[in-house]
């Protein structure tokens, strides 16, 4: 894992001491909110509908276990005893004071963390699929291309006033873990005819008030070119973007009203001047790079404590079928902890928790996490024979939940409990239909199904790309919901339709649970998930199932 050099270390430091001078000011007064806005935006800090929130960079969802200890003694300290993990691979503190935000920071930086960009209309955390470095499908552990990204974009002269804030996502797999095609910039690793490794290169995806899927600027480019080729883009961007309306200001706007060839000719007539202006330094910056994410010397364990928990314990067998994935080293496997228990909120982790996770981490992970961009905690690299001991602690901790890619794995945004730009609650919505399918014990049989709620319609829960997506909204004072159907966050990514009207806080529950009902009607064996079902049969039958009223009165 990359561990910060004398730069790196002095460059956040010195944001730190900036910042502390700069919240002075504003708390004697010698700065307005008006003039401490930008300046904290930089640093992470939103004013949110109660307090302050800090929202601190995890880049492409990495952690130390030192790291993940020092996040929960923050939340013990400087906050309400929690944080909560963001569909950015971000964590956010929803309390802290302002006078204590400086003290934070510089707790962050103590394990070489920060909050830069983390805001405002730049190059944001770059993500990554958290599984990287395991999976036993990548082609490529995508992190030191992440970390180059990382190191490139923070602080760039050129990009710190963009026309509207920058999201990149890579993968190392043919599998898309990333929803790289729901970003400003994706790269998805794929081979050429010659078996080398290289991206291919999307952009213009997002979601939001005008969700679009990225659209392919380059088939193939080769890993030495990858920094310049990104420069290029985000330049062509910062020179096209509209600065005349927020709601245009995206990429994906730039690309929907020049046209993908536009685009296309202007990015690699650019490329071919920032590839001479790199001249190769940035790939002796990512050998260097590399050297870092050398896996762990990997323990042969034997499985026998693991065979034998699967024949003697169904509990356990449920979990290691739901919540674990293969690994690219034998006799290992990718775990999940999943922090969406029926009943809490998903995404949030308690300081014990935290500290308890960092703990297993050390045990069985070779000290290493990573947090998804659906809202769970993995450890990346667990011998198979410690598999029956660690879901005994998890369930000591309350962490052992068997439902990854379930109906109550559901991605949720904080909404109105929180957010100022929230129109709805999307917290206790994800509760209900939580604790609802947990009592109809069937979330098994109904297998994969990704529910994603939002709060708005900035889209933070990722609901377009949802198989059940909801959105809160509000109607004349009333929080309404509306579901769409069939998006998919994958490599054959796809934005959901509108099924129909929404529906009433109190009436959304029983919806998805006649949607979810009316699926395993109609599906083609145990084996069809419901986005199948839905491609192969279209909205008719689940909208039938959704408004039972119109079709008695048809």
């Known amino acids: 894992m990359y561990r910060y050099n004398d730069f790196d270390e002095a460059f956040v430091r010195s944001r730190v001491a900036q910042f502390r001078g700069q919240v002075e000011r504003r708390i004697d007064g010698s700065l307005t909110e008006d003039e401490f806005k930008p300046l904290r935006l930089m640093n992470g800090l939103y004013l949110q509908l109660h307090a302050y929130m800090l929202r601190i960079a995890i880049p492409y969802g990495t952690l130390r276990s030192e790291q993940m200890r020092q996040l929960g003694m923050i939340a013990e300290r400087w906050d309400e005893g929690y944080g909560h993990f963001t569909t950015r691979q971000n964590i956010q503190f929803n309390w802290p004071k302002l006078k204590d935000v400086p003290d934070i920071l510089e707790a962050l930086a103590d394990v070489e963390m920060h909050a830069i960009q983390t805001s405002g209309n730049t190059i944001r955390n770059v993500t990554a699929d958290h599984y990287a470095g395991a999976a036993a499908d990548e082609i490529e552990d995508p992190r030191p291309i992440a970390e180059l990204l990382r190191q490139w974009s923070t602080d760039h002269p050129e990009f710190q006033f963009l026309p509207r804030k920058f999201k990149i996502a890579i993968t190392g797999s043919p599998h898309d873990r990333a929803v790289t095609k729901a ?257 109809l014990k069937l979330e098994h049989e109904i297998g994969e199904l990704k529910l994603k709620i939002s709060g708005c319609i900035n889209a933070c829960g990722h609901h377009h790309v949802g198989h059940i997506g909801i959105l809160g909204l509000d109607r004349a004072g009333v929080e309404n919901y509306q579901i769409t159907l069939g998006g998919d966050a994958t490599e054959t990514a796809a934005i959901g339709e509108r099924a129909g009207p929404g529906f009433p806080a109190e009436e959304i529950t029983g919806a998805i649970e006649r949607l979810v009902l009316g699926y395993l009607e109609v599906r083609d064996g145990p084996e069809e998930t419901f986005l199948q079902a839905y491609r192969r049969l279209g909205p008719a039958p689940f909208k039938a199932a959704l408004y039972p009223d119109k079709q008695d009165a048809a």
Request: charged letters at 25%; proline letters at 5%; a negative charge.
């Open 183 to 439: 970003h400003d910039i994706g790269l998805r690793m794929v081979r050429n005819e010659a078996g080398e490794p290289g991206f291919e290169v999307l952009v213009g995806g997002g979601l939001g008030r005008t969700p679009m899927i990225g659209q392919v600027v380059r088939e193939f480019l080769p890993k030495a070119d990858l920094l310049p080729y990104c420069e290029a883009i985000v330049s062509v961007y910062n020179l096209l973007g509209r600065r005349d309306n927020k709601y245009k200001a995206r990429i994906k706007i730039t690309v929907h009203e020049n046209g993908i060839d536009k685009i296309r000719e202007l990015v690699e007539a650019k490329f071919l001047e920032t590839r001479q202006a790199f001249a190769g330094a940035d790939q002796e910056l990512l050998r260097e790079i590399e050297a870092a994410f050398a896996p762990p010397s990997f323990r042969t364990v034997s499985q026998e404590a693991y065979d034998s928990a699967r024949e003697a314990d169904p509990v356990f067998r449920a979990w290691a079928d739901t919540n674990l994935a293969e690994h690219k080293a034998e006799g290992h496997a990718i775990v999940t902890v999943s922090l969406k228990k029926p009943g809490d909120t998903p995404g949030d982790a308690t300081a014990e928790q935290m500290r308890a996770l960092a703990d297993l981490a050390d045990a069985y992970s070779y000290g290493e996490l990573r947090i998804s961009h659906e809202q769970n905690v993995i450890l990346p690299h667990v011998a198979k024979g410690d598999l029956p001991a660690l879901h005994a602690k998890l369930k000591e901790i309350g962490l052992a939940t068997a439902n990854l890619g379930l109906v109550s794995d559901i991605i949720a945004c904080p909404g109105m409990d929180y957010c100022s730009l929230a129109t709805a609650r999307s917290i206790p919505i994800a509760q209900e239909i939580a604790q609802r399918f947990e009592e």
